[in-house]
């Protein structure tokens, strides 16, 4: 007796498909799975066993082996569960499956026959309606999740009781549908506003540039004054996440088993920030299963790195790699997985080890060595991907107290969205998207300076004493203000803004 029930596996982000087979033949009784399980996969036997007599089924007694093909592939997890049940009761007439070609099981069991959520639904999902599935039975808490994907029917399942009665017809699982739209009008309201930070406008105005031309910045100032209220608000004045940018962001936050339940589709950009004491494998992703790390669940949102030199100097190594391509490889033993993470990196810091160097309120403690070792706990690479350095000041009493009415995020994100849409006509079929990608060689097309500029920004260069690293990080940012200001060409007051966000540079790292 012999059945086949299909399932979905995962890799890296992309699921792929996995066909359970089972033989039932006449024999000692066994029960093996083969086919590259993992511990969890193995240990399928105890509870589908347990699930299948406590469902008030039978467990037959006879040689039962389970192979999971493409048998070359690894499979991990416990989403297995189910599928393996199914199959089994197929192939001793238990259960018939309608359609069996194009339906899919997903879900864990427990003892008792109730069917527990997996991580990574969506991508399973996804891969299943591409790959013309059209009707997939998930775990009930997984529904809202799958329910996404349009054009292909989601059968919630609670339990193995409940997808047995479906197919004897005793009673037919309801299919299960979101309203999605519903759900985009709700996502908006939560967004903080830059409407509640007063004063800081020259601050503000670099996140705005910022957002414009996806610049990372570096704001540097004490404690208190405002430094994570201002990064918090930066998804507010992003560009909205396409349907596409939400799918992606939700199948890696599926896969690290994060998604909220009532949350079916991820709708704003993230922002993230993991503490100081986070390890390599919690910003890069691993683990014996691997998940997505920090850097990857920041995927097409921001990730904030606040307190930045007080990160392991091994984990702002790991940074630098995935900034630059846009996606972060984690090495296993036999293999390497790939996840994307297009994101803003946002850090602050404090300007000296006590915080206080440069404050009006109070007096820095901090003798030269100590500052010197403090600030060049950042290595000059990683200053390298970073075009905006800004320092918060302390809001005056006066700004703080202040009734004037500070402009909203929704008015700065009008000026971003329509900024970033020059760019991309600007930089259409060249494969990048913002000012901030722009290659060594595409400066000199893109940022070309009048003879005049080129001297006042050579001059700027000798009397401010900045870094070579500051030049082409200086033209990006001119870039993205001449384009705010909806001018083609880069002109000196564009330039002399962008210095002032490079000032830093020469007063703190030199
Ligand atoms: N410019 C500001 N406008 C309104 N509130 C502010 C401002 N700056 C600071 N605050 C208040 O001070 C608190 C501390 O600011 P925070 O962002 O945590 O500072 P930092 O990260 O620089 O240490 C904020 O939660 C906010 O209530
Ligand atoms: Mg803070
Ligand atoms: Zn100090």
């Known amino acids: 007796m012999f059945s086949q029930i299909s399932t979905c596996g995962l890799m890296g982000i992309d699921g792929f498909e996995v066909s359970v087979q089972t033989d039932v033949s006449n024999g000692m009784p066994a ?19 347990a699930a299948i007599k406590n469902t008030g089924l039978r467990f037959p007694a006879k040689r039962v082996i389970i192979n999971l093909a493409p048998a070359s592939q690894k499979k991990g997890g416990a989403g297995y569960d189910l599928p393996i049940t199914v199959s089994i009761l197929a192939a001793t007439d238990q259960m018939t499956v309608d359609d069996a070609d194009e339906t899919m ?20 999902v996804i891969y299943a309606y591409k790959n013309g599935y059209r009707n997939i039975f998930v775990p009930k808490d997984n529904a809202n999740e799958a329910a996404v994907i349009d054009g292909v029917r989601i059968y919630p399942a609670a339990s193995l009781r409940e997808v047995c009665d479906h197919f004897t017809g005793a009673a037919r699982i309801a299919e299960h549908t979101v309203n999605l739209k519903e759900y985009f009008s709700r996502s908006a309201e939560s967004l903080l506003d830059f409407r509640d930070v007063k004063g800081h406008e020259n601050v503000k105005r670099a996140l705005e540039i910022a957002a414009a031309g996806n610049h990372n910045v570096l704001l540097i100032g004490s404690p208190g004054t405002g430094k994570t209220m201002l990064a918090q608000r930066m998804p507010g004045i992003l560009p909205d996440l396409t349907f596409d940018e939400s799918l992606e962001v939700t199948k890696i936050h599926s896969i690290a088993g994060v998604l909220p339940k009532n949350m079916p589709l991820i709708l704003n950009r993230p922002f993230r920030s993991p503490h100081h004491t986070i390890s390599s494998a919690g910003l890069s992703g691993g683990g014996s299963s691997p998940k997505p790390g920090e850097l990857s669940l920041a995927h097409n949102g921001v990730l904030f790195l606040d307190e930045l030199p007080e990160f392991h100097r091994d984990v702002l190594e790991v940074l630098r790699q995935p900034l630059e391509d846009g996606e972060v490889t984690i090495s296993r033993v036999n293999s390497t997985l790939t996840y994307p993470c297009n994101i803003m990196l946002i850090a602050s810091m404090n300007p000296c080890r006590c915080g206080y160097l440069g404050d009006r309120r109070r007096q820095c403690t901090c003798t030269p060595k100590q500052i010197n070792n403090y600030r060049r706990r950042i290595s000059g690479p990683l200053l390298d991907r970073i075009d905006i350095q800004v320092e918060v000041p302390n809001v005056d009493y006066d700004d703080l107290t ?35 990608q722009l290659t060594a060689g595409m400066l000199q097309k893109y940022c070309a300076l009048s003879d005049e500029d080129n001297e006042m920004l050579k001059v700027a260069f000798d009397t401010l004493g900045l870094s070579a690293r500051a030049h082409s990080r200086i033209l990006k940012v001119a870039r993205t203000i001449a384009d705010l200001d909806g001018d083609e060409n880069i002109n000196a007051s564009h330039i002399a803004e962008a210095i002032q966000y490079r000032s830093l540079d020469r007063k703190y790292f030199e």
Do not use: C
Not at 31 to 49: C, N, Y
Not at 108 to 122: A, Q, T
């Open 31 to 49: 029960f093996e799975i083969v086919g590259l399980p993992d511990a969890a996969v193995k240990e399928a036997k105890e509870r589908v066993k």
């Open 105 to 124: 099981f997903i879900g864990e069991l427990s003892l008792d026959g109730s069917i527990n959520s997996v991580d990574g639904i969506l991508p399973m």
């Open 402 to 436: 202040s009734r004037a009415k500070t402009e909203s995020s929704a008015e700065i994100k009008k000026r971003v969205n329509r900024t970033r849409q020059v760019q991309l006509e600007r930089y259409k079929g060249m494969n990048i998207y913002s000012n901030s």
